[in-house]
């Protein structure tokens, strides 16, 4: 499927507005970034860095009213001479990267933090894992991400085995190993998503103990305890023989990017293997459980 894409490059007073406003015409995410090749102006804990000339992008579904997001903009503005938006078409294998939103220290779990590597973490004595953003997904702050390494941060990682099925940044098996798992391998079909996890792996100490490969290369008889899939759910279900071959007996799945409306269906395809069990968090649903046999 693919998305919408509404972009205002703006001065630093009006971010904090235009962001407001697409929140509340329901974007699926809001993105701040530099308009140009400026440093970064401020780099306070918990405070979105802003730049004098900014982008602010709002990601939509397909079919949203873009003439009703450009009004509310205005609306929020108080004035009719609103910077020009700019609506475009965001193909399926692009969606993933749009999501960088927000940059800030993030609390997952009692245990676990995402720092952006220019933030102090708040608390020093947890673990800390530095990601900025980049090219591939995961920086934590979406939903269907942070499911997953809230998820994560309950299991006993201690010596584990981790597969983390569309990797993206790596998040998800860096934080694995960060809490304790013996390896982890990232899988991704999207190259760039490979070379980002390696690096970002690295920069957090746990390389060594990382691999990254695109999905042929998994060996045969690669079992992981714990296997996290942030895919599509359209992608879930078409690898459900693949994934859940992946788990050994006893261990462990946790699906997401799943909408509600789409849950009940990916529960089915894994049924014969997992008997799954739902979060939900801001309107994305994360399905977990044991492997059956
Ligand atoms: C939503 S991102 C998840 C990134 C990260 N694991 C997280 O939780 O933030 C999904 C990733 O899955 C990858 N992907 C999409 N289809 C895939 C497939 N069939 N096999 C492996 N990876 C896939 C995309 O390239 C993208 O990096």
């Known amino acids: 499927m693919p998305w919408l894409l509404i972009k205002f490059s703006l001065p630093r007073a009006h971010v904090a507005s235009v962001a407001d406003a697409l929140e509340a015409c329901d974007a699926l995410s809001v993105t701040v970034e530099s308009a140009s090749d400026e440093q970064r102006l401020q780099s306070a804990l918990e405070e979105t860095p802003l730049w004098n000339e900014n982008r602010v992008v709002g990601l939509f579904p397909e079919h949203t009213d873009s003439e009703a997001v450009l009004d ?35 609390q997952i779990s009692p245990r676990l933090w995402i720092c952006p590597s220019w933030c102090a973490p ?68 999207d190259p760039q998503a490979l070379a980002v996890s390696r690096e970002n792996a690295a920069r957090n100490g746990v390389g060594e103990r990382y691999r990254a490969c695109a999905p042929h290369g998994l060996g045969p008889e690669e079992r992981a305890d714990l296997l996290v899939a942030n895919i599509l759910a359209g992608t879930l279900i078409a690898l459900a023989a693949e994934i859940a071959q992946r788990v050994k007996p006893g261990g462990h799945v946790a699906l997401s990017g799943i909408l509600p409306e789409q849950a009940e269906e990916v529960r089915r395809r894994y049924a014969s293997d997992f008997a799954l069990q739902s979060n939900e968090q801001e309107g994305w649903i994360l399905l977990a459980g044991q492997r059956l046999h």
């Open 72 to 106: 509310a903009v205005r609306a929020a503005l108080n004035t009719s001479n609103i910077p020009r938006g700019e609506v475009s078409q965001l193909d399926d294998a692009d969606w993933a990267r749009a999501w960088m939103a927000n940059y800030r220290p993030l």
């Open 122 to 189: 708040p608390d020093p004595s947890a673990v800390n894992l530095h990601l900025d953003p980049g090219l591939a997904f995961g920086t934590g702050t979406h939903p269907t991400t942070a499911l997953c390494l809230r998820w994560l941060s309950e299991q006993p990682c201690a010596g584990k085995t981790v597969i983390d099925y569309g990797c993206g940044s790596g998040i998800v098996a860096i934080a694995a190993l960060m809490l304790g798992a013996a390896r982890a391998i990232g899988v991704d079909v």
